[in-house]
């Protein structure tokens, strides 16, 4: 792996000049005027702090960036791990200090993973899983901020509990706390998509509504606060007080947090590599992300992972190298001593306006039209459920339940195959001087789709049906894969009818099939004449047998079948 990220270092760095440093920088800039609003609403977001956003970014573009298995990865704090973190943080008995040790447990979880080279696990997540997760996490995101951009109280640990007890506490909003919310709501979409590229809209919504506070200092709105002027937050990760309980029952959050950094980093490299046409080493991001996000807890930040908008701007700004992530780590640093008296006045309302546009724009809607437009009805319920799951449960839990489904729409549908059947034409065999041979009272079986132990019965069915004639020709030349209890099933079969007098012969198998049989001792206790090229060979050519052969086209089946 540290080969690999050499020969890496070596090609991203190869011709590197003045001019492509200026780029990096250029790109930095940009990159950091949009990760400044959203490094301080999604460290509210998590239950922590504005600061502790902004530490995340910090560390996470210096240290993630440098050691990335890409050239383009910008990382920080993100929509869909704030979901996760802010019912950890809102349980009084472990506090923000959970938050830090799950971060800490979570990057040694991420770092094990790329040693062990299991970045590519996230491919076994189907799409619509994928959809539905991230619509969820949209559907928390927006209702945990329901508070900050209403001006109203309610209490919980989840997003739903604090819904529901808007019906016991009430829900009365404070009107210049809601105003100078939409107004960034506003401006963010109504604000030119081409300008967004050059001044993103979030960043104009927050100054505009800032400037209208700071002016008129409307009563009752809450604020962000104090930004210390330091890189080591007040509150940070501490050990005091931990014990074994404690952890067991952090643990479980952890894998959460750690899963999530492995879905939104991977995923963000592999549609940021095609964006970029430059290649992308899953491991190595890995160990990026674990060693990330091992440090950030000791300096007071949250969990970081991989962020598609800030690595899509980056890409679009004209990034050269990995070192555009560190820059803009670097001027958001530089943001944080220089603009920290004026971010403190930033209205708490502004940022969950970010928040609720970010929540819409999060949703992946040209994939969620698709399929429901198209009408794929596996797809809509992997979609929903796991939509539905991820709200009501734990995201974890959301994804195992999504998958589950997944696999079980899967073999419903692997488990269709077609099985037709054909006499064999006795007027032709006449003709070629084989009538009378057993073939003139034969059946050919034709077999499409994978075989294995829940389809298997179809087939069955269907030879016994057939049992009246005396030869059967059961063509696998449509059969891709066949399982052992497939083969074992037709065994029985061909000896059941063996017994009975009558003749049963396979043909077109190709070498994945025909491996299978002879594993499995078929060809041996059905006896020589038992497997063939072709139907072509069984009819006419009936004393040469072929084992495990590759299949080739039954070109001329339709000379000795009826249709």
Excluded at 29 to 47: D, E, H, I, N, R
Aim: glycine fraction near 10%; charge should be neutral.
């Amino acid at each position: 792996m540290f080969k690999n990220y050499t020969s890496m270092l070596k090609r991203e760095f190869s011709g590197y000049n003045a001019s492509r440093l200026i780029k990096d920088l250029l790109a930095g800039l940009t990159v950091a005027a949009v990760a400044l609003p959203l490094a301080l609403a999604f460290g509210v977001a998590s239950g922590a702090t504005a600061a502790s956003g902004l530490i995340t970014a910090i560390i996470a573009g210096v240290v993630i960036s440098a050691l990335s298995g890409a050239s383009f990865q910008i990382s920080g704090p993100t929509g869909a791990m704030s979901a996760v973190l802010i019912t950890i943080a809102a349980n009084e008995a472990i506090g923000l200090n959970g938050v830090f040790v799950v971060c800490l447990i979570a990057g040694v979880i991420l770092l094990v993973c790329g040693i062990f080279r299991l970045g590519k696990l996230v491919s076994l997540i189907p799409r619509p899983v994928i959809t539905g997760f991230t619509s969820g996490i949209a559907v928390i995101i927006a209702l945990g901020q329901v508070d900050n951009f209403f001006g109203t109280v309610s209490e919980g640990n989840t997003a739903i509990e604090k819904l529901i007890s808007y019906g016991r506490l009430g829900f009365t909003p404070h009107l210049w706390t809601l105003f100078l919310g939409i107004i960034v709501v506003e401006i963010m979409i109504l604000w030119p998509k081409k300008w967004n590229a050059k001044v993103p809209s979030s960043l104009i919504g927050i100054i505009v509504s800032t400037v209208i506070y700071v002016i008129f200092r409307f009563d009752g709105v809450a604020t962000v606060g104090e930004i210390p002027k330091t890189l080591f937050l007040s509150d940070r990760l501490s050990f005091s007080g931990l014990n074994i309980d404690t952890l067991m029952t952090l643990l479980p959050s952890a894998l959460t947090v750690a899963a999530l950094g492995m879905i939104e980093s991977l995923l963000c490299g592999a549609s940021a590599s095609r964006m970029k046409n430059e290649p992308f080493d899953a491991n190595t991001e890995l160990v990026a992300q674990g060693v990330g996000n091992i440090l950030i807890p000791f300096f007071g930040g949250v969990p970081a992972t991989a962020a598609i908008a800030r690595t899509s701007v980056a890409i679009k700004s004209g990034a050269q190298t990995r070192l555009t992530g560190i820059f803009h780590a670097l001027w958001l640093l530089a943001a944080m001593f220089l603009l920290g008296g004026v971010m403190s006045l930033v209205p708490m309302s502004a940022l969950g306006g970010v928040l609720l546009v970010t929540a819409w724009r999060m949703n992946e809607w040209h994939e969620i039209k698709y399929i429901f437009k198209k009408k794929f009805i596996g797809a809509i319920l992997q979609f929903l459920i796991t939509m539905i799951a991820t709200v009501v449960f734990d995201l974890t839990v959301a994804i195992v339940i999504g998958i589950i489904f997944s696999l079980m729409v899967f073999i419903k549908n692997a488990a269709h195959i077609d099985v037709t059947s054909a006499p064999v034409d006795a007027k032709r065999l006449e003709a070629r001087g084989k009538l009378g041979s057993g073939h003139d009272n034969g059946v050919v079986v034709y077999v499409t789709g994978d075989m294995f132990f829940a389809n298997i019965g179809k087939l069955t069915d269907k030879l016994t049906a057939l049992s009246e004639h005396d030869e059967i020709i059961i063509s696998l030349r449509g059969v891709p894969d066949i399982d052992i209890t497939s083969v074992e099933t037709l065994g029985e079969l061909a000896s059941e009818f063996e017994a009975q007098g009558k003749r049963v012969v396979f043909c077109g198998m190709n070498d994945t099939v025909a491996k299978v049989f002879d594993k499995s001792g078929i060809f041996g206790e059905l006896g020589d004449g038992c497997v063939y090229k072709t139907i072509d060979a069984v009819l006419i050519e009936d004393n040469i047998c072929v084992k495990a052969e590759k299949n080739v086209a039954e070109s001329e089946n339709e000379n000795y079948v009826k249709s």
